[in-house]
């Protein structure tokens, strides 16, 4: 089929473009890497606070610091497309027959194996601090990580195609990332928020990425946040990539 | 289909929104591109180029207006055209960091080449268009020529019959320009058609075969470059004068044989049908009203005179 070649081209070039280039891949490891070692031993005393979940302090932070990994991971692959749009490469790609979809899908997939990589590396080293993970649950957190992977990069190429411009990109991002993952439950979980603050979170599709996530991590793979999480990530990535998707063919410098 | 021509539109247009409110950048344009030319066109930034060589190569959906390219509808198959014209934006489309061969590895298979025929392809363009230096290099530390034909190479991956070339001599030295266009004779020689824009002068005379001047979105003037000069007929003979030339302008403006009549930067232009009959009579005229003459040149006219006898303002002027 012609869009799985032309995305798998697509994905290829610019794997390439990632190793000769691994600058954002290696910011994206450290950053979690720094939360792990820095921040993690502080959870310890916390984690007998009560309405602090179950679980061990780990399996309650990991989960979602593997979230937070999908989101500042993807968020800022915009950047790249909009030097892209400058140096004609976007305009050079479109006028070819190749497939739309393919074009974002192709280097969405690149963002997407960068972030599982991570989130690999993150989890296995977290193993020796005491976090328990199963191998069925550890492929349901990397098809959850890949649908939060697919709608922040296609977001963020979305974005970056409308405002043109890293001057205005990069505070949007910024004002747009933190308040999702201050709302999300990464850092503490919400259980230990006032109602007001956990009735906004309620509308941040990210804290059900998160709350799915910690299900996962504390076997309750038939927990109903599981399903929930994954279903409602896999309805706002399709839209994502639709809408990335049909802004990328019809984007000029 | 048997008359059309390579690129054939009526009343293709294009406005964009802007705070101030719409904008035409391109006015609706009728063009005829005949197959097997360099067909150039000619205009200042802003006029409109870009962006009709934007619609015409699908990447840029026309407010209005239609067109047929290659044989194909632009507005109902635009994937039939893309697989038979070939594109080079202004910015070329490499990237830095990605070596030449692999670009054109790459570009082959977006056109439905297999791995070895896109390979193939590449070794043929790169020694083609002379790219054996660097071709194993990332395109960042190419030269401006280096990168610009590489650019072209990209574009005619897959043997396309028309070419669009968006200012394929730009930033170029005259040295680096002259091997374009020598690159781009060849390419007519191949039985291929180019569509190219410059706003150089000197790339259309040389270069084309037939052009069209283009200034705020609409085509002033279309012929081959000696029609379009013999448009204007006559030549431009240019005067200074002592002292203010208002005095000059008037006095010669009112002469039978002066068909036009101008100021520009303290010199006098004038258009007149015999230049060589005419420098005498205006030597008499001054010398009689006691204006005293500094210095005169007569010029056939250029293709700058064209252009200034049919927006009013000179190519020349610096770009903004």
Redesign the interface.
Known sequence: MKVLR?SW?VFE?YV??TV??PAWVVSGLVQPLLYLTLFAPLLKSVASTPGFPAGGAFNVFVPGLVIQLGLFGAAFVGFSLIS?L?????????????SRLALLLGRALRDVVNLLVGSVLLILLSIPFGLIVHPVGLLVVLGLQTLIGMLFASLSYALALWLKSEDSFAPLLTTATLPLVLLSGVLLPLSLAPDWLRSIAAANPLAYAVDASRAVFNDHLSDPSVIKGVAIMAVLAAAAVVTAARTYA?A?? | METSGMIETRGLRRTFKARQGPIEAVAGIDLRVETGAIFGFLGPNGAGKTTTLRMLSTLLPPSGGEATVAGCDLLKRPQHVRERIGYVGQQGGSDNTVRGRTELVFQGRLYGMSAGDARRRADELITMLELDACADRPSGSYSGGQRRRLDIALGLVHRPRLVFLDEPTGGLDPQGRARLWDEIRRLREDGMTVFLTTHYLEEADALCDRLAIIDHGRIVAEGTPDQLKRQIAGDVVRLGVAGSPREALELLAGQPFVREASAEDGMLRLAVDHGEAAMPAILRLLDGAGLRLETISLSRPSLDDVFLHKTGRSLREPAA
């Open positions: 032309d081209l070039r390439g473009i000769r280039n892209e400058r140096l004609g490469v976007v305009e050079r790609l479109r006028v070819t027959p190749v019809r000029v410098a």
